[in-house]
């Protein structure tokens, strides 16, 4: 490089670095100067500048507090000569005193000031951009569905609303609950031909209400409704009714009808309606406000002084006992449908809908699975198929056989299977059990056939099982005689009579507990409900369930202490008179039930047609066979017994 063009270069930076410094340093140089300027100044002590201001030689001051300085202006002095300055105490109010006494222009300049319009400016559009984007958040959580942004709109609706619900789902797809589609397709006939009803002076219902065990289609039959209606469908849970604050929901009440008002005719389905309808007032300490308050507004729009033509209301509960008698009675809810559990015929409908979408194998009989299944639901019928299609696809199958179909019930209603117990005591002790149960249910008379014994253990802590082919009409009809109960009760207590008359009192395990434990409830609703001892056809337990207390907590006895010690007796005679007849039973064929126990220890498995063949080696007793190929397991049949038998008096017996 020259060396004209290096000092070119070099001036340039000179006058960027110039223009920097003025620019950005103009403040700090101008206090520069001011302070130069001063210095010029001979400087002059407090006193001094006191006593020229009562001189009056002093014409204009600048008091810098911040500096603790001032700067004046003194008789004669031109406009473009610098100020004097003089020091300042913390301090001074003589001395602002003494300026307004002579009457001196002054001004008080608290801290450096040019920054102060800067901060305020900047404190306000900091403020506004927080408002602006508080507002933002907020309007697109507004609009996002079911966002936190519903505060917005906090009393409103969340019903979901189609004007032509396209559910996918018709009456066709909806099978073994005959009696409820039929009167619910009067509902949709209704919507469409009203003019067919009305010409006869009928009136359209005004709600209907699905009751039944879960599981069974309840809202399955709603979906199908909204398929085949074709009128504005409303669709809401009755939970989504009912917040923290009391009034919101009694406010989405008002809002639901109005739209539906707005969209006449229609059709609104509240699903679980006994979040929303339980009975006012109930429980200890009184209800809740904000449920109650929902509950009135929706007695009012239901049925109150203006009404709701055209709308149809369809509710679906689990729990019709727990609903205010004011919400169930005619003009809100005229028709309450029953869906039960399916009978065979439902069951054969439910599967072959179910079964549309399954590989199913040639030797696979839906009737067969059907007649196999007593008490079970729609839902539990679903699972099944499903259970046994995950099974064929972990095998490697193509198609799904009876095995899977088996394992699939199996795997329902008693539990996972686990790993096979090696030889030891414990599965010896199981297999004598187990052989005790099965042996009982293959010969006493009123008992229901075997269907196979295991001591493959489950999940749950199930060592093994015996399975019975239960009678089909006895589940649905719920209809149980003395001498089937009573033999209930001594196939229960097989395992326990097993156990004493193979290793003795002393050796006798918890393994029965649960059966101790069922044979004791079952004999005293015998004596305290059904009538069933020498005490007679009274009823020596009433029963008033407070559902919101626990069932057992409204039970009482009506008896005196006398009677209810009869009962015990009666009770404990109709147990010990069971185990009796089991022991001795056992005892009576001790070498066939080691000849079943030895079988049962090698094969783990002993289905019911090779048991009864063994059995009929060793006795010339009648020997009851099934109606029919299939089974059931005891813990199904226990939980849809409970679940279809309606009347107080039955419902503990299995």
């Known amino acids: 490089m020259s060396k004209r063009s290096w000092s070119k270069a070099l001036a340039g930076q000179l006058m960027v670095v110039t223009g920097v410094i003025l620019c950005q340093g103009g403040p700090v140089l101008a206090q520069l100067n001011l302070a130069q300027n001063a210095r010029a100044k001979e400087p002059i002590s407090y006193s001094e500048f006191v006593q020229d201001i009562k001189a009056g030689n002093v014409t204009k001051v600048d008091l810098y507090q911040e500096q603790r300085v001032a700067r004046f202006q003194v008789k004669g002095q031109k406009s473009n000569e610098p100020l004097q300055e003089v020091a300042l105490f913390d301090r001074n109010p003589e001395l602002v005193e003494l300026l307004r006494q002579k009457n001196v222009n002054f001004n008080v300049i608290p801290t450096s000031g040019e920054n102060v319009l800067f901060g305020l400016l900047f404190n306000l559009l900091l403020g506004f951009g927080l408002v602006v984007l508080l507002l933002l958040v907020l309007r697109r959580s507004a609009n996002a569905p079911g966002g936190p942004g519903q505060i917005l709109n906090f009393g409103k609706s969340r019903a979901r609303f189609q004007i032509e619900a396209k559910t996918g789902i018709t009456f066709d797809d909806v099978a073994g609950i005959e009696e409820a589609k039929e009167e619910l397709q009067e509902v949709v006939t209704f919507l469409k031909k009203p003019e067919k009803f009305t010409a006869i002076g ?9 009751v039944g065990p879960p599981g069974t289609g309840k809202t399955l039959l709603a979906k199908a409704i909204a398929g085949e209606a074709g009128v504005p469908f409303f669709s809401i849970s009755g939970s989504e009714f009912v917040e923290m604050f009391v009034g919101v929901g009694a406010s989405r009440v008002r809002d639901l009808f109005k739209k539906a008002k707005d969209n006449a005719p229609c059709l609104i389905f509240i699903d679980e309606i006994d979040a929303v309808g339980r009975q006012r007032g109930a429980g200890i300490g009184g209800g809740n406000d904000e449920r109650e308050q929902t509950l009135n507004q929706l007695l009012t729009e239901m049925d109150g002084f203006e009404g709701n033509t055209g709308i149809i209301i369809i509710a679906a509960t689990n729990r019709p006992d727990v609903l205010d008698t004011a919400l169930l009675r005619p003009g809100r809810f005229d028709r309450q449908i029953t869906v039960d559990l399916p009978t065979f015929n439902g069951r054969l409908g439910i599967l072959e809908v179910h079964a549309r979408e399954k590989k199913l194998s040639p030797e696979v009989s839906i009737e067969a699975i059907a007649r196999r299944t007593p008490g079970f639901s729609g839902a539990e019928l679903a699972n099944l198929l499903n259970e046994a299609a995950i099974l064929t696809a972990r095998r490697r199958k193509e198609a799904i056989t009876s095995l899977e179909i088996d394992d699939a019930i199996d795997r329902i209603t008693i539990g996972l299977t686990l790993a096979p117990l090696m030889d030891s005591k414990k599965k010896w002790l199981i297999a004598y059990h187990e052989i005790g149960h099965a042996l ?34 006895r589940v649905d009809s719920g209809l149980y005689t003395r001498a089937w109960l009573l033999d209930r009760i001594a196939i229960a207590l097989g395992g326990r009579a097993a156990e004493m008359e193979i290793f003795g009192e002393a050796e006798v395990t918890n393994g029965a507990s649960s059966d101790i434990q069922y044979v004791s409830g079952l004999a005293r609703e015998m004596v305290t409900r059904l009538g069933m001892s020498d005490l007679g056809n009274i009823a020596f337990e009433s029963s008033s369930p407070e559902v919101f207390l626990g069932r057992d907590f409204g039970s009482r006895s009506d008896s005196s202490d006398e009677m209810l010690t009869q009962v015990d007796r009666q009770v404990r005679q109709i147990v010990t008179h069971c185990y009796e007849i089991a022991r001795k039973t056992i005892r009576e064929h001790r070498e066939l039930v080691d000849r079943l126990v030895e079988l049962l220890l090698e094969q783990e498995t002993i289905d019911g047609d090779q048991f009864r063949k063994v059995v009929r080696q060793h006795t010339p007793l009648p020997i009851k066979e099934p109606t029919f190929s299939g089974s059931i397991a005891d813990a199904a049949v226990a939980r849809a017994v409970e679940d279809r038998v309606q009347p107080d008096s039955l419902q503990n017996l299995l």
């Open 202 to 210: 009928a009136r359209i219902p005004k709600g209907v209400l699905l």
């Open 440 to 473: 009982l249910s293959t010969l006493l008379k009123n008992s229901d056939p075997l269907n196979k014994v295991t001591i493959i253990p489950r999940s749950g802590g199930v060592g093994g099982f015996s399975q019975q082919v239960f009678d089909e009409d």
